[in-house]
């Protein structure tokens, strides 16, 4: 069956400029998280989605950084004005509304340069 | 500060051998625990997991055990394969609100070598 899928799975941009990362989460799955590992770190949570219930936007590290997920199913993750330090790979998950495992797709490699 | 901690950067065993990938917790509120395979340029595979009820659960050649007075849990592969060279991460979830979050170990690089 399909997994998470997630689009570019890289993305060169240069400083300043903004970016849109992509998710399609698994058909059915109600949550949906967005993490990104820097190099030689571990997953940093950076927002969840679960159903209509407003998202934990907690682990968004600046007011530069936002998500929206339509109809809850895709969901888009967008930086805006683009710093070198936003260089990482963007992971997303998803699961079912029961469960703790989280499924993740391939990543997107964001580099800032 | 690290609320899950995998000590390990790296493990190097022969195939065949048994692998034992450590992973230490601070937070009691952690409720499950789950292990994670990763290879490069994929994302994080789900291996197994554990409830914070059980001290074991054994999925052919991966069992997770699980020691709470100790705030530990360990990953065992028996035997390892080549094919199980990869990043590990351990994950701990607990309820935040209507989340459950995971809060992710480094990883452990493991290298099986035939």
């Known amino acids: 069956g399909a997994g998470v899928s997630q689009s570019p799975s890289n993305k060169v941009t240069e400083k300043g400029k903004d970016v849109e990362l992509r998710c399609d989460p698994i058909s059915g799955h109600t949550a949906l998280y967005w993490y990104r590992q820097s190099l030689g770190q571990g997953l940093e949570f950076l927002i969840y989605?679960?159903?209509?219930?407003?998202?934990?936007k907690s682990g968004l590290p600046s007011d530069r950084f936002s998500a929206e997920r339509t109809g809850g199913s895709v969901s888009t993750l967008t930086i805006q004005r683009t710093q070198q330090e936003d260089s990482a790979v963007y992971l997303c998950?998803?699961?079912?509304?029961?469960?703790?495992?989280?499924?993740f797709g391939p990543g997107t490699r964001l580099t800032v340069t | 500060d690290q609320q899950v901690k995998q000590n390990s950067p790296s493990l190097s065993v022969q195939e065949g051998r048994i692998s034992i990938l450590n992973c230490d917790y601070t937070?009691?509120?952690?409720?499950?625990f789950l292990w994670y395979k990763k290879y490069p340029a994929e994302g994080p595979t789900f291996l197994i997991s554990?409830?914070?009820i059980k001290d074991k659960n054994e999925d052919g050649r991966f069992t997770v055990f699980l020691n709470k007075s100790a705030k530990h849990l360990s990953l065992h592969i028996v035997p390892s394969q080549p094919g199980d060279s990869a990043v590990y991460f351990c994950a701990a979830a607990y309820n935040a609100g209507n989340n459950r979050k995971l809060i992710w170990g480094l990883g452990t690089s493991l290298a099986v070598n035939p």
């Open positions: 937070n009691s509120m952690f409720d499950y």
């Open positions: 998950a998803s699961r079912v509304g029961g469960g703790y495992e989280q499924y």
């Open positions: 989605f679960q159903g209509n219930s407003a998202p934990d």
């Open positions: 554990i409830s914070s």
